[in-house]
């Protein structure tokens, strides 16, 4: 397996002093820096732009799940051919998000399927004719409702629904051998979350969503996730309780200040949310936070 350093900033952007040569010439080179790690069983994620991919390949089969963008999935579709030029069996998208499906179109004529929930479908169909983007889609030919299940080389591959998250599409994709699951943006590891209401999702529901994941998976599971602080995109239960915590801390706080007669203006103020550990504001996200939880609890 081929490996690259990634690089966070660009030479112009970060300085080049502290750049390895690999690193200076990538930068040099205007070459997209990304990274290809193995997790175990034929399964690995790529990481460049936009929530992590992971895949499954084998002589027998290989299964994508997510997109990325369409300059970054390039670059996973040329490796994944560098160890077998072989057709894509499935790209599984985990839910509509430009950052997750905008790469799909890059497995046209590639991927023989495409799966998603039915949600995934309609919020991404919903949101391409709002953009008039539907030529530079790729939309899935194979949705479900509650689960989805198939067999791909040597492993078995399921898609779980738990119900609405980060938005009302959330599938959970198992590599039911390797015991690796891709969670998408159900999971932002140590930031705080992004969340998309007019795609349905929900807060409150997200809990118990997180709470399902926990049952579902055991202590030897790895979890895949959307996005994390510095590149963590894989962990454990820990870790879902984590954000857990942190939204639950989140509805907490903004419940309390509505009890105290706080105005939604007063509390959009609120700068930051107490007791949620290694979580920060990474993305700048505490107001559509407050503002998504306020909606829910009034
Ligand atoms: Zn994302
Ligand atoms: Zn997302």
């Given at each position: 397996?081929?490996?690259?350093?990634?690089?966070?900033?660009?030479?112009?952007?970060?300085?080049?002093?502290?750049?390895?040569?690999?690193?200076?010439?990538?930068?040099?080179?205007?070459?997209?820096?990304?990274?290809?790690?193995?997790?175990?069983?034929?399964?690995?994620?790529?990481?460049?732009?936009?929530?992590?991919?992971?895949?499954?390949?084998?002589?027998?089969?290989?299964?994508?799940?997510?997109?990325?963008?369409?300059?970054?999935?390039?670059?996973?579709?040329?490796?994944?051919?560098?160890?077998?030029?072989?057709?894509?069996?499935?790209?599984?998208?985990?839910?509509?998000?430009?950052?997750?499906?905008?790469?799909?179109?890059?497995?046209?004529?590639?991927?023989?399927?495409?799966?998603?929930?039915?949600?995934?479908?309609?919020?991404?169909?919903?949101?391409?004719?709002?953009?008039?983007?539907?030529?530079?889609?790729?939309?899935?030919?194979?949705?479900?409702?509650?689960?989805?299940?198939?067999?791909?080389?040597?492993?078995?591959?399921?898609?779980?629904?738990?119900?609405?998250?980060?938005?009302?599409?959330?599938?959970?994709?198992?590599?039911?051998?390797?015991?690796?699951?891709?969670?998408?943006?159900?999971?932002?590891?140590?930031?705080?979350?992004?969340?998309?209401?007019?795609?349905?999702?929900?807060?409150?529901?997200?809990?118990?969503v997180l709470d399902k994941a926990q049952s579902t998976f055991n202590n030897d599971t790895i979890f895949v996730f959307g996005h994390g602080s510095n590149n963590q995109v894989t962990g454990g239960k820990e870790d879902l309780k984590g954000l857990q915590n942190y939204i639950s801390q989140l509805l907490t706080q903004v419940g309390s200040a509505i009890k105290q007669?706080?105005?939604?203006?007063?509390?959009?103020?609120?700068?930051?949310?107490?007791?949620?550990?290694?979580?920060?504001?990474?993305?700048?996200?505490?107001?559509?936070?407050?503002?998504?939880?306020?909606?829910?609890?009034?």
């Open positions: 397996m081929q490996r690259r350093s990634f690089i966070k900033k660009t030479a112009l952007s970060a300085g080049i002093i502290g750049l390895s040569s690999k690193e200076l010439l990538a930068a040099i080179l205007h070459q997209p820096a990304y990274k290809i790690t193995m997790l175990r069983n034929d399964v690995g994620i790529f990481t460049e732009k936009g929530g992590t991919i992971a895949f499954y390949i084998s002589k027998t089969g290989i299964a994508v799940i997510d997109a990325q963008y369409p300059e970054s999935s390039i670059h996973l579709i040329d490796e994944l051919k560098k160890l077998q030029d072989k057709p894509i069996d499935y790209l599984i998208n985990t839910h509509h998000h430009g950052d997750h499906t905008g790469g799909n179109i890059s497995f046209k004529g590639i991927a023989q399927h495409v799966v998603g929930h039915e949600n995934c479908l309609s919020n991404y169909q919903r949101v391409a004719a709002e953009q008039h983007s539907e030529d530079k889609q790729l939309f899935q030919d194979i949705t479900f409702k509650d689960s989805w299940q198939t067999k791909v080389g040597k492993e078995s591959i399921r898609a779980h629904y738990f119900g609405a998250g980060h938005t009302s599409g959330d599938a959970l994709i198992h590599f039911e051998n390797a015991n690796i699951v891709h969670v998408g943006d159900l999971m932002f590891n140590k930031v705080y979350p992004f969340i998309d209401k007019k795609a349905g999702a929900s807060f409150t529901n997200w809990i118990k007669g706080k105005s939604k203006d007063e509390i959009l103020q609120m700068t930051s949310i107490e007791n949620v550990g290694e979580w920060k504001d990474e993305f700048k996200l505490i107001k559509a936070n407050l503002e998504a939880a306020y909606a829910e609890l009034i």
